[in-house]
Structures are given as C-alpha cells and as structure tokens.
C-alpha cells in the first residue's frame, strides 16, 4: 500500500523547510496531507509560517523546529533512517504516539536527534528490539515506549534485550519518566536457559535518582522489590503490576516521601503494607497477601483509592479505623475483598464480598 506508507514521509518532507527556516509553498502536497492527516488541516499555504503550524514548536530567535507533536494523526508506515525527522537536530520534543507504524523498528538514527529530552513513542505498533542507540540520548527527562502491544491477545511488540534495562538506567540519568509498559524485558542469558532465569529488576534502578513516574507493569520481572527503589526520593508514581514480584513491600519504601501513587496488582506479594504515610492510590489486588493489615491500613491519613480484590485476607476489617481516612469514605463501598474476609462497624452487622 505504497500510498499509506507514505504518510510519515509526506509530514515530515512538509517539515524540511520549516527546518531551515523557509516556507512551505506546494498547495498540492499540503491538499494532500489535509487528506490524509487531520492534524495537518491547519498546515495551509495562507500560513506560510510553518512554525505556527498544529503541532509544530519553534525556537522564537532562530526558527529552528524544537518540538513536534504527532499524537493521534493517523499516521501510517514506518520511518526510514534517510527521513527528514532526523535532520531536525535542534528538536527537544518528540511525540508519535498512538499512530500505527505498522510493526517496523524504531529506527537507530534517533541518536542523531541529540537534543531530546521527551520522546514519546507509545501504542504506535512499533516492534522488535528497543535499539542501543535509545541509550545515547543523554538529555532524555522523559521516555515512554509503553503499550506497543496487542490489547486483545496482550502479545508484546517491543523488547529490550541489548541494550538490557540495566543500561539504560546507567545512561539515562536525567530520566523523571520511565513508562515501559508491556514491554517484555527479557533475560540476558541466552537460549533455553533464559526459561529457568528469573529477571530482576536491576537494583542500579536508584541511579536515576531525578525520576518522578515509573511504570514497569508487565515487564516478566520476578523476585523481591528491590529495596533501592527506596532510594529515588522524588518518585510519585510506581506502577509494578502485572510481573512476579514476591515478599513485603521494602521497608525502604518510607522514605519515599513524595510517593502518592503505588500500584503491585497481579504480583505475588505477601508481606505487609509498611509505612506508606503519603499513598494517595494504593492498589495491592491480586496478590497473596495473607497478614493482618487492619494497623497498616489506619496510618494511611492519605488514602483516597485503595484495592484489595483476590487475595487470601481473613478475618474481620474493623469500619471504625477508616474514621481517620476521610478521603477514602466515598470510595470504600467499592472495595472487593476476599471471600473470607468481613468488615465490621462496632457490633452491628457484617459486610461481607
């Protein structure tokens, strides 16, 4: 289908004079990206400024393109290593996310765009390895490759073995945004023995000690939560779902002052909650979760979403600890405890799921 194929290199061939700072005057090839890209319905020959295009950012004094978001523009095809994308040199930001690149590679001529500090390349049907050169972009503060994957079947697109996470964290420094949902991350040891390996989650993680959000679910990791996550003091997002994490949640977690949101559902944690004073949203569903957490749960002052749906829970939740918890009265009708579990106000009746 050589006409959709041509849709990313038709935006971007708009791009090259913007880039040297000349005007764009074909009306046929701007009729043509009306036609095929939405976003582009405000790229017009009366606008020969194509700096003020949708989209488009430009360095105020030089005219050079410093951020282009494509989000959502139905674009189709993939992006060769000659396409123009790759001479805007001065660019800071990059968005392709949710268009369909119709299963090719993220091209290793990112690392000529130097500059990057957010690129965003999530749920465009990207596939294969994430390239080493990802891992030279060295300004990067945000980085999502997340959700190139199959929703209905949850095949994962995307995977990162060479380089392995562990270089990326040793690279990347500057990094506040990690989403690497539904990437499969596997293990570097090769052939069938990669099956009786279990993946961890490098505990080098702490050296990106700017990160603010983390999101990591279904990623194949196993093992004990790392308690050197305990160390990235400005995190407020760990999404860790859907992996094979076992045992308690590290004590270390405390020190995560800033941490509001901590989602673990469909691991296989089975140790208490700790001291998470600060949790806003807090989602432990679908664990092994066996202790008393009744103590844990009334120091959360915060607490405004919490689930603890399929896990192995006994006993009764006592109603009067959430007294403390004001923000959680309008949310905890909506909890699905386990079958064994009850909760009980005073001495009146049980409520029970």
Known sequence: ????????????????????????????????LKVLIPRSLQWNSETRNCCSWDGVECDEQIGNVISLDLTSSFLFGSINSNSTLFSLRHIRMLSLADNNFNYSQIPAAITQLSGLAYLNLSGSYFYGQVPFEISNLHMLSYLDLSYNYDPDTSKKFLQLQNPSLKTLVSNLTRLEV????????????????????????????????????????????????????????????????????????????????????????????????????????????????EDPIAQSVSKLMNLEYFLLAFNSLSGFLEFDMFLSTSNLATTICHWSLGKQTQMRQGQSSNISD
Do not use: W
């Open 1 to 32: 289908m050589p006409m959709q194929c041509s849709h990313f290199a038709m935006t971007m061939k708009a791009l090259r004079c913007c880039n040297s700072r000349k005007a764009l005057s074909s009306p046929t090839l701007l009729l043509v």
């Open 178 to 289: 990690l989403n690497f949902r539904y990437i499969n991350i596997s293990s570097e040891v090769p052939g069938l023995l990669s099956n009786f390996t279990s993946l961890r989650l490098p505990s080098s993680i702490d050296k990106l000690d700017s990160l603010k959000i983390l999101g990591i679910t279904g990623c194949n990791f196993s093992g004990a939560i790392p308690h050197s996550l305990g160390k990235l003091a400005n995190i407020t997002y760990l999404g860790l779902s859907k992996n094979n994490f076992i045992g308690h949640i590290p004590s270390s977690f405390q020190n995560l002052t800033h941490l509001t949101a901590l989602r673990l559902h469909h691991n296989k944690i089975t140790g208490s909650l700790g001291n998470l004073t600060k949790i806003e949203i807090l989602d432990l569903s679908e664990n092994k979760l």
